[in-house]
């Protein structure tokens, strides 16, 4: 994925974000300013709101860094060249240059992710309790929980197992290690990315023609992402089974 901004580099590893990614920081801030501070803080001004939304925004982007550059670091550790971690409109990004040695590489990788947006949250969520219990600022306990939650979201739903989700790496790595076949693995991971990105789509849709719920929008675009990755992953992997078959017969010709 383009960076729009650079943002420098982390351990070595260049970190950018998208355009897109203002429209998620947008929406998140909203949420918080608009929705869950009037409702759980009541009494908080509005610009205040809209402050600690903002705030609320950034260390939840800062948690998406964290998620990937976990990724990043322990591919890196089991020789993965990473090219480089971007923020984007649906999240974050890693990409890598190598595949995964091994299945065991491939399910520490993935799960790298996910164990950290757990950590994140169990982090906030042992401030909120601790400032809570100090009588501190119901507002920032507010935010707190907001971050402890959105946190805990992202690594279930990164979990589900369809590529090119975390969880689609934990079913190819665990299929993989299982019958040895490495292509096959992400093909069923990639197979069932697709049904995700199906059922996403048509949850999505429902969410909006029959309940009248505008971020069933958002739902259909999430399932639209997942299955054009998943179609290209698929792609990739076949392109990459056929050009291992072709190399033999190359070989005999020379
Ligand atoms: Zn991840």
Same mark, same amino acid.
């Given at each position: 994925?383009?960076?729009?901004?650079?943002?420098?580099?982390?351990?070595?590893?260049?970190?950018?974000?998208?355009?897109?990614?203002?429209?998620?920081?947008?929406?998140?801030?909203?949420?918080?300013?608009?929705?869950?501070?009037?409702?759980?803080?009541?009494?908080?001004?509005?610009?205040?709101?809209?402050?600690?939304?903002?705030?609320?925004?950034?260390?939840?982007?800062?948690?998406?860094?964290?998620?990937?550059?976990?990724?990043?670091?322990?591919?890196?550790?089991?020789?993965?060249?990473?090219?480089?971690?971007?923020?984007?409109?649906?999240?974050?990004?890693?990409?890598?240059?190598?595949?995964?040695?091994?299945?065991?590489?491939?399910?520490?990788?993935?799960?790298?992710?996910? *164990?950290?947006?757990?950590?994140?949250? +169990?982090? #906030? /969520?042992? @401030?909120?309790? !601790?400032?809570? =219990?100090?009588? %501190?600022?119901?507002?920032?306990?507010?935010?707190?929980?907001?971050?402890?939650?959105?946190?805990?979201?992202?690594?279930?739903?990164?979990?589900?197992?369809?590529?090119?989700?975390?969880?689609?790496?934990?079913?190819?790595?665990?299929?993989?290690?299982?019958?040895?076949?490495?292509?096959?693995?992400?093909?069923?991971?990639?197979?069932?990315?697709?049904?995700?990105?199906?059922?996403?789509? *048509?949850?999505?849709?429902?969410?909006? +023609?029959? #309940? /009248?719920? @505008?971020?069933? !929008?958002?739902? =259909?675009?999430? %399932?639209?992402?997942?299955?054009?990755?998943?179609?290209?992953?698929?792609?990739?992997?076949?392109?990459?089974?056929?050009?291992?078959?072709?190399?033999?017969?190359?070989?005999?010709?020379?």
């Amino acid at each position: 994925m383009k960076q729009t901004l650079r943002l420098g580099r982390v351990a070595g590893i260049p970190i950018g974000v998208h355009w897109s990614v203002l429209v998620i920081m947008v929406l998140l801030a909203r949420s918080l300013a608009t929705a869950v501070l009037p409702a759980d803080a009541p009494g908080t001004p509005r610009p205040v709101a809209w402050l600690f939304g903002a705030a609320g925004a950034l260390l939840m982007l800062l948690s998406l860094l964290a998620h990937e550059l976990a990724h990043a670091l322990v591919g890196r550790h089991f020789g993965i060249r990473v090219e480089r971690l971007t923020l984007w409109l649906l999240g974050g990004m890693a990409e890598f240059r190598d595949e995964p040695p091994s299945a065991r590489a491939d399910l520490l990788v993935a799960g790298a992710g996910p *164990l950290t947006s757990v950590a994140a949250a +169990v982090g #906030f /969520g042992s @401030v909120a309790v !601790l400032l809570s =219990a100090a009588g %501190g600022p119901v507002a920032v306990v507010v935010v707190l929980l907001w971050l402890t939650t959105i946190n805990l979201v992202l690594a279930v739903f990164n979990l589900l197992p369809g590529a090119p989700l975390d969880g689609g790496r934990v079913l190819r790595a665990a299929l993989w290690w299982w019958h040895g076949d490495r292509a096959r693995a992400a093909l069923t991971a990639v197979r069932v990315g697709h049904a995700l990105g199906v059922t996403l789509i *048509l949850a999505g849709l429902v969410e909006v +023609v029959i #309940f /009248g719920l @505008v971020d069933g !929008l958002w739902t =259909a675009l999430v %399932g639209w992402f997942l299955l054009m990755a998943a179609g290209a992953e698929g792609e990739s992997v076949r392109s990459r089974g056929d050009a291992q078959r072709q190399q033999p017969k190359t070989g005999a010709f020379r």
